[in-house]
Every structure is written in C-alpha cells, then in structure tokens.
C-alpha cells in the first residue's frame, strides 16, 4: 500500500508506522527545515509520513489532525497555531489512541511529551548581547508575535536581560505577527512614534528581516537582534551593521527527538522525559560564518 499526503509518499506495509506533523505554517524556512527533517528521518526508518500547514488557524489545524488520525497515524508532531487552541486536537487524537509529541510549542491537552528550544534563554541571549553593544544605555522596542509559548518565553527572557540595565528603556512593543511585510509596516509605525529608538528585539528571525528592511528604506541607524538563525539573518549579520545577532535554534534536532520519543512510546517505553528543552546558540559577526541549520 502506497500513502500520500502533502505530496509526501513512502511505501507502506501493514506494520509500517505512520508519522503525522501538523505545522503551525509553511510559509517560514525554519519549518521547511523541519519538514525536510520529518521526510528524512521517516524514510530512514520506513515510516509513512503526513504533513500540514494550518496557516495560522488554529480551526484548521484541529481539522487538519482529525484528518490525519482518520487516516491512521501512530504518532502526531503537533506544531500548534495557538497553545491552548490547541487543546481540542490533542484531545481527539489522544482519544483515538495516538501518541502525541508537540514541537518547538508548548501545546494544552494530554501530550506525551513537549520538545523545544530554551526559548527563555533565547531572548535572554538577545538581550544580554543588544545591552553591551549599547554600552548598557538607550531606547529599544519589541517586535512581538502570536501568543505561542515560545514567544511569551524569550519576550520574558528579554526583558529579565534588560531589566539588568536601568538605563536602557523599552518605549514601544508591538505585534508583528512573525511576517515580513507585517513586521516592516509595524517597524516603520515604531520609527515615526519614536525617532530616538537605537535597538529593535524581534521574536523571530522572518519580523527581524522585515523590520530590517524598513530601518534600511529609512536610512536608519538602529540595530537588530531576533531568534532563529535563518539564513537570510545570518547573510544580514555577516553584511551589515544592523543586523547584530540572533539566538539560533536547532530544528533539525526537535523534530529528530520528537520522532525518537514517539517512538519509543509507540514501542511501549513508559518512562519517558516529559519536557526536553534544546538548547540555543548566540549567532553574532563572531561566530556566523559557516552556521547553518
């Protein structure tokens, strides 16, 4: 038996394991990277394997799921659109007996196991590294994101680094829903409501290049710093001066855990980590060259 989905075809026998990934979106290389991850390590190991992209809708991300435990899966990799939307989709594939492992965010319900970067660390990372090159002085904002727990976390984990410094002020956050064009419109907002502002921390790299190209369209002197280590941010940070550093993670490694985890539940392991935090990694001029995901 042959199985397709999402263009994704691997033969199938009637012992064969069948992996299902809903993504949160497709429309960000970070989870193409993930995707290729999922392809690569189900085919090493004959897996069936299914994908989807909610595009942000949680509703769709729910039906989605149904669709791919009426088709059979084993293990759900659960990406959520929204954490505690999320719940329902867990909820019914734990329901049908399937084992579910939420990747890179934090997802409400019964899963079996959560695994994601030290997203805390991440924005910490950032912070602490936009505070020196400010000399410890000067007037930042946050670009925001989707109320993820990912990106409530390294928000957190910015401010607790900026809050070591007294005379770094943060006047401005807004939400730049984690889209280039979104995050360019939302910087140009922030740069005419605060002419003086020296450091913008983005949630994730795709807003960081938006906001990037909205500081160079205004020929201004403000200085970036975001979480990902997208390719194109660590292009930015080896060519120019804007761009100053990212908290890279590692996608590769959460899917290839994930994968690992529902496995082993499938294979009836019953002690099994229920959290496994991977770890990040400051990408700045120093260190970007030859770093790739």
């Known amino acids: 038996m042959v199985s397709v989905f999402s263009g994704v075809s691997f033969a199938q026998d ?28 189900a085919k090493s190991i004959g897996a069936e394997v299914m994908y989807t992209d909610a595009r942000h809708d949680v509703n769709k991300q729910i039906s989605d799921v149904q669709d791919m435990v009426t088709k059979g899966i084993d293990i759900l990799l659960l990406n959520p659109a929204d954490s505690v939307g999320a719940e329902a989709a867990v909820q019914y594939a734990k329901d049908q007996g399937v084992y579910v492992i939420a990747i890179d965010a934090q997802a409400e319900g019964p899963i079996d196991a959560f695994v994601g970067s030290k ?60 889209e280039r064009s979104k995050a360019m419109s939302v910087t140009e907002n922030m740069m005419q409501a605060n002419p003086d502002l020296d450091a913008i921390f983005s949630v994730n ?84 060259e030859g770093f790739s995901w």
């Open 14 to 41: 009637d012992d064969q394991i069948s992996i299902g990934m809903s993504f949160q979106e497709m429309n960000n290389e970070y989870f193409i990277v993930m995707r290729e991850a999922l392809e690569s390590a």
């Open 119 to 178: 997203n805390y660390d991440a924005g910490y990372k950032a912070g602490q590294e936009m505070a020196k090159d400010l000399n410890g002085e000067g007037k930042v904002a946050i670009l925001d994101g989707i109320p993820v727990v990912p990106i409530l976390e390294r928000v957190e984990g910015f401010r607790a680094a900026i809050s070591e410094y007294p005379d770094i002020e943060i006047v401005d956050v807004q939400n730049g829903q984690q």
């Open 205 to 288: 790299d795709t807003g960081a290049l938006g906001s990037l190209a909205a500081i160079k369209s205004a020929n201004e002197d403000i200085k970036l710093y975001s979480v990902d280590g997208h390719p194109e941010a660590i292009e930015a940070i080896l060519n120019g001066d804007i761009f100053q550093a990212t908290s890279a993670q590692f996608p590769r490694d959460q899917v290839r855990i994930g994968i690992g985890i529902g496995l082993a539940k499938y294979w009836g392991a019953e002690k099994m980590p229920e959290k496994i935090p991977v770890p990040v990694k400051l990408i700045n001029d120093e260190n970007a």
